[in-house]
C-alpha cells in the first residue's frame, strides 16, 4: 500500500521541520509556499516529491498541513478547492477561529485543529529542524468535521515527528495558551519597553543572562505573534489582568516601610525548581 | 615579589568561580565559609592554599572579597577585624548599603564596592565555573573609603577572571540592576503565580520553551534574591510601576473592540533582536 501522502502549505520553521522529518522517515511530502525565495529552497533542499502552488496541492495530497501565520489559515480554509475524503490539519497557535473556519469546510472533509508546542524563536525554512518536536505535546483540537480517519491521520502524524497527541477543545486550548504562551510574550515585550523607555543605552551594555532569558520571546516575529494575540485576546487580557493583580500586591508589598517580600516567593521558586521540564 | 594573596569569604557560586579562576591561573587564594560542608568541598578540591574562619583569613589576606549574601557583606563588614592597608571588595547584587558600610570601616582601608554580572539559577560551591565571568561586565563602585590601591586591584581582579571593569556610582548601579535583573525576577515570579494561580497542572505539561526561559530566573534561590529585592526596594518598585502603566495601556489595546495591538510592538522585537548578546 502506498504510503499517506502529506502536503504541506507554508514552509516556515513549523512546516519545514515536518517536512523535513518525514522526508527523513522516507515519506512523500508536496510543499507549497507564497514566498518564492522559500520555494527555491524547498525545491534545492531535495526533500520535497514537489513544490506546487496550493490549488495544486490540495488536488495532489491525501492530507493537507496548514502551516501559515492564523490569518492566512482561515482563508485558506474558505478558499481552497478541499474534496471529500482528504484530510486537513493546521499548526496555527490559537484554535476557537480556525476550528470554526473548518466547520464550514465541504462535507466529507476530515478536518482536525493542531498546534505542536514547539517554538523558537528563529524563524524560516533554513531554520527547520526535523527534531523540533520530539518529546513535546502536540495538541489536537475536534471539530464538527473531524471523520475517524483524521483523527487517526492527525495522532499518526504526531507520532512520525515523535511528539504526544493530546486531545483538547478549541476553548480549552485557547486559555492554556494564553497563560503559558501569550502572557510571557506580553511580559517579555513589556520587560524590553520598560528597559527602552528609561533613554539608558547602557542598560543593554550591563544586562546578563536574567534580562535575556526573561526577554527571549520578545525577539519572535512581532506580526506573527501580534496576530497570535489578537487572534485570543479575550483569553490573554484575562491572564494579564491576573498578572496585574499579582504584581499590584506585590508593589504594595515593597513599597511598603520596611519593605516586605511576598510570603508566597519561596513556594512559588520551588514550584519553578520541580517543574520537570524548566532546566 | 610574591603574588597578591586573595582571600574570599563565601564560597558559593560567585565566590567559588572566582577562587577556581584565581587557582587555574597559578594565585594563592584562601577561602572562608559558614557551611562545614562547603568547606570540605573547598578542602577536597585542592584549590585553596588554606580554608580558614572569617578573622584568620582576614589575617592572613592582602586582599578580601566578600562573597556571601548582600545582608552577611554588611555583617561582616562591621565586624572582622580590618587592618589599614588591606583591599576590600564585595560581590553584592546591590551597592548603596554596602558602600555606606564601608564608610565605616578604618581609615586606611582600601574598599571598593563589586558586582559581576554574571549569574545563574544554579548555586554553590560546586555549580562554581572559572570561565563565569568571561566577557562580562564586572561593575565596580567607588566609597568613601577607595584607595589608588584598592581601586588598582579591583580592576586587575576583574581583568584576572575575564571580565571588563566599568565603573559607577552606588545609586546608577542600584537604579540600573533595578531594570536589567530585579524586575525580570519579580515577573517571572509573577508568571509562575499566574499559573499556578489558575490550579491547572496541565498548563506546566504543554508549558515550552517561551515559558522556560521567561521563568527561568524564578528558579534562583528565593531567599538570596528576596534580600536582594528588599535592598533595592525603592528602585525595584520604581521599575515596577513603570511596568505596570506599560501593561496597563496594552490591556486597553486588547480589550478594545475591534482588539488592537500595541503599535511599538514591532520596534520593541527589532530592539530585542538588535541586542547583541541577545541570542
Chains 1, 2 share one sequence.
Do not use: C
Not at 513549523?14 to 520555494?39: K, M, N, Y
Not at 476550528?99 to 527547520?128: C, I, N, Q, W, Y
Not at 543605552?201 to 544586562?207: G, N, R, S, T, V
Request: no cysteine; charged share 25%; glycine share 10%.
Amino acid at each position: 500500500m502506498a504510503p499517506f501522502r502529506w502536503g504541506i502549505i507554508g514552509l516556515g520553521l513549523i512546516g519545514g521541520s515536518i517536512a523535513h522529518r518525514l522526508a527523513r522517515q522516507g515519506l512523500p511530502v508536496l510543499g507549497a509556499d507564497q514566498d518564492p525565495r522559500t520555494r527555491e529552497q524547498a525545491r534545492a533542499s531535495g526533500i520535497f516529491e514537489d513544490v506546487l502552488d496550493p490549488p495544486a496541492l490540495v488536488a495532489a495530497a491525501e492530507g493537507v498541513i496548514l502551516a501559515t501565520p492564523v490569518g492566512a489559515i482561515e482563508e485558506l480554509l474558505r478558499t481552497l478547492p478541499w474534496r471529500p475524503g482528504q484530510v486537513v490539519l493546521d499548526t496555527g497557535s490559537t484554535k476557537r477561529r480556525v476550528v470554526a473556519a473548518m466547520g464550514k469546510l465541504p462535507d466529507g472533509v476530515g478536518a482536525v485543529g493542531g498546534h505542536p508546542m514547539a517554538g523558537r524563536e528563529t524563524s524560516g525554512f533554513e531554520a527547520a529542524d526535523p527534531d523540533l518536536f520530539v518529546g513535546r505535546p502536540f495538541l489536537l483540537v475536534p471539530t464538527s468535521r473531524t471523520t475517524p480517519e483524521a483523527a487517526a491521520r492527525a495522532e499518526e502524524l504526531a507520532r512520525l515527528l515523535g511528539a504526544r497527541p493530546l486531545w483538547m477543545e478549541a476553548e480549552t486550548h485557547d486559555r492554556q495558551v494564553a497563560w503559558i504562551s501569550h502572557l510571557p510574550y506580553v511580559t517579555a515585550m513589556a520587560l524590553v519597553a520598560a528597559v527602552e523607555a528609561t533613554g539608558d543605552p547602557a542598560l543593554w551594555e550591563i544586562a546578563a543572562s536574567g534580562f535575556r532569558d526573561a526577554t527571549r520571546v520578545a525577539a519572535s516575529d512581532p506580526r506573527m505573534m501580534g496576530e497570535v494575540i489578537r487572534s485570543n485576546a479575550d483569553e490573554v487580557v484575562a491572564a494579564l489582568e491576573a498578572l496585574l493583580r499579582i504584581l499590584e500586591a506585590w508593589r504594595a508589598a515593597l513599597k511598603a516601610s520596611p519593605p516586605s517580600l511576598p510570603p508566597e516567593w519561596p513556594r512559588l521558586a520551588a514550584r519553578r525548581r520541580g517543574w520537570s521540564r524548566g532546566a
